[in-house]
Every structure is written in structure tokens, then in C-alpha cells.
């Protein structure tokens, strides 16, 4: 069975730092883009990241361009976000998936929850 799994989120202060990983099982990641995305309680799904496994470029949105880094291991068929100078708006459940565009993904991760408090 096909699957991402997400881990690595938690609980940090302001100006803290996490990293989350997302692995696959049942595929590999080749020709897949990998993004991230995040859903704060209240506010519509974003999308925060990006990275392609045919060139490895990467995107990145405005709110988190400087601070995140997304990279990944093919050896390890896993995705990491690397993710520095949290905010208390970094709030959110995180989630991957297997396209940079929501609605063109395949698969999802179940998310993994990130709170940054003040």
C-alpha cells in the first residue's frame, strides 16, 4: 500500500527550529514532486514548499521563503523541512504530498501537528 508518513512536528518557542520528515513506503518518490503544505485551525490549506525529484528546484512561499529548507534523500525515499525562526502563525498541521498543486496530489500524509507558542 502506498503511503507518506510525517513525523518530526512538536511543540517549540519562538525562534526555535523542527524538522519534519516525510517518508514514503509502497512508491518511490522518483517522478514524484514532494510539497508541503500546512492548515492552521481557521484558515484554508496552504501551500509552503516544494521540491522536484527530476532537478531537485524548489519552491518556497512567501510567509516561509528564508527560514525553511526543503530537501530530500532518495536513498531514503524521505523529504525533509527543515524549519528555523518559528512563529507563532507557523501554527499548523503539516502535511506532504505527492505534487506541488493540492488538488494534483495522489497521496497525503495523515499531517503532523507543529505549535509554536510565544
Known amino acids: 500500500e502506498a503511503q507518506l508518513v510525517e513525523s518530526g512536528g512538536g511543540l517549540v518557542q519562538a525562534g526555535g527550529s523542527l524538522r519534519l520528515s516525510c517518508a514514503a513506503s509502497?512508491?518511490?518518490?522518483?517522478?514524484?514532486?514532494i510539497g508541503w503544505f500546512r492548515q492552521a485551525p481557521g484558515k484554508e490549506r496552504e501551500g509552503i514548499s516544494c521540491i522536484s525529484s527530476r532537478d531537485s528546484s524548489t519552491y518556497y512561499a512567501d510567509p516561509v521563503k528564508d527560514r525553511f529548507t526543503i530537501s530530500s534523500d532518495n536513498t531514503k525515499n524521505t523529504v525533509y523541512l527543515q524549519m528555523n525562526s518559528l512563529k507563532p502563525e507557523d501554527t499548523a498541521v503539516y502535511y506532504c504530498?505527492?505534487?506541488?498543486?493540492?488538488?494534483?496530489?495522489?497521496?497525503w500524509g495523515q499531517g503532523t501537528q507543529v505549535t509554536v507558542s510565544s
Open positions: 504530498a505527492t505534487h506541488c498543486i493540492a488538488t494534483m496530489a495522489k497521496y
Open positions: 509502497g512508491f518511490t518518490f522518483e517522478g514524484y514532486a
